[in-house]
């Protein structure tokens, strides 16, 4: 994990779950929120990459556990609600993050074969695993930040079911900031623009050289110039779920170097 530069310990006590959270945008939260004294639940698929990522967790001093889930399985995601339920007596924290990317054109009816998984585990399984959560939040008050992805607000050729999903998202998140906010529940969202992850590099012939590639070569998609750090994402999402974002519901807070903001022609 990165060094506490300025030793905020805004989760202590805390009990936080990241979907997603072996990989990605999801384990730079996960070591982020840890960092800051959360007890952190990885929920994910790939156990060896949820074991090493609380084996790197635990080694820095931070607590956290995995517990398996496949969003995709309705009955898996009402499992891990249970096991939360019975090891916990509260959650302060949900960080709805995981989701898969397949490419397919309208034109060609490619993208018929993406329907049902992208849906099942970027849309249907969030929204559930939040519902099934919810008890444990209401609990003692809580914060949500749901990823979003500028490809909700751009659209692009080829990804039209992840960028509709990610779109669909964003007025989830307001309608869940206006159904949960008598609970005592913030829920916010995050729309990064291109991430270095190993959904870009991970099935690459050589994904060191990949990413190295990708962090180091310039880009003019975006004002920065440059792709982020999953950590960058992370410190913000952690800002959103902290109490410094106590005013802060139903917002998409953009990340994304800049991309947003640039002018057209």
């Given at each position: 994990?990165?060094?506490?530069?300025?030793?905020?310990?805004?989760?202590?006590?805390?009990?936080?779950?990241?979907?997603?959270?072996?990989?990605?945008?999801?384990?730079?939260?996960?070591?982020r929120?840890?960092?800051?004294?959360?007890?952190?639940?990885?929920?994910?698929?790939?156990?060896?990459?949820?074991?090493?990522?609380?084996?790197?967790?635990?080694?820095?001093?931070?607590?956290?556990?995995?517990?398996?889930?496949?969003l995709?399985?309705?009955?898996?995601?009402?499992?891990?609600?249970?096991?939360?339920?019975?090891?916990?007596?509260?959650?302060?924290?949900?960080?709805?993050?995981?989701?898969i990317?397949?490419?397919?054109?309208?034109?060609?009816?490619?993208?018929?074969?993406?329907?049902?998984?992208?849906?099942?585990?970027?849309?249907?399984?969030?929204?559930?695993?939040?519902?099934?959560?919810?008890?444990?939040?209401?609990?003692?008050?809580?914060?949500?930040?749901?990823?979003?992805?500028e490809?909700?607000?751009?659209?692009?050729?080829?990804?039209?079911?992840?960028?509709?999903i990610?779109?669909?998202?964003?007025?989830?998140?307001?309608?869940?900031?206006?159904?949960?906010?008598?609970y005592?529940?913030?829920?916010?969202?995050?729309?990064?623009?291109?991430?270095?992850?190993?959904?870009?590099?991970?099935?690459?012939?050589?994904?060191?050289?990949?990413?190295?590639?990708?962090?180091?070569?310039?880009?003019?998609?975006?004002?920065?110039?440059?792709?982020?750090?999953?950590?960058?994402?992370?410190?913000?999402?952690?800002?959103?779920?902290?109490?410094?974002?106590?005013?802060?519901?139903?917002?998409?807070?953009?990340?994304?170097g800049?991309?947003?903001?640039?002018?057209?022609?």
């Amino acid at each position: 994990m990165p060094p506490n530069l300025y030793g905020m310990r805004r989760f202590e006590n805390k009990i936080a779950l990241i979907t997603g959270g072996a990989s990605g945008i999801g384990r730079a939260t996960a070591n982020r929120l840890a960092l800051e004294g959360a007890h952190v639940i990885i929920a994910d698929k790939n156990a060896d990459m949820a074991d090493k990522a609380v084996a790197e967790i635990e080694s820095d001093g931070g607590a956290a556990t995995y517990m398996e889930v496949d969003l995709g399985d309705d009955a898996d995601v009402e499992a891990v609600g249970r096991a939360v339920a019975e090891e916990f007596s509260a959650l302060h924290v949900l960080v709805n993050n995981a989701a898969i990317l397949r490419q397919g054109r309208i034109e060609d009816g490619s993208w018929l074969a993406n329907w049902e998984p992208e849906t099942a585990i970027g849309l249907r399984g969030w929204v559930l695993m939040t519902q099934v959560l919810l008890p444990m939040l209401k609990q003692e008050g809580a914060a949500i930040v749901n990823l979003s992805s500028e490809g909700g607000f751009l659209g692009r050729p080829g990804q039209w079911v992840y960028d509709a999903i990610k779109a669909g998202l964003v007025s989830t998140t307001k309608t869940m900031a206006y159904e949960f906010v008598d609970y005592g529940i913030r829920v916010n969202a995050v729309a990064p623009g291109w991430i270095v992850t190993e959904m870009h590099f991970g099935n690459h012939s050589d994904p060191q050289a990949r990413k190295k590639e990708l962090e180091e070569t310039p880009i003019t998609s975006c004002i920065m110039k440059r792709r982020a750090y999953p950590e960058e994402v992370a410190s913000t999402i952690a800002f959103l779920l902290s109490d410094d974002a106590s005013y802060i519901t139903g917002t998409t807070l953009h990340v994304d170097g800049g991309r947003m903001g640039m002018s057209v022609g």
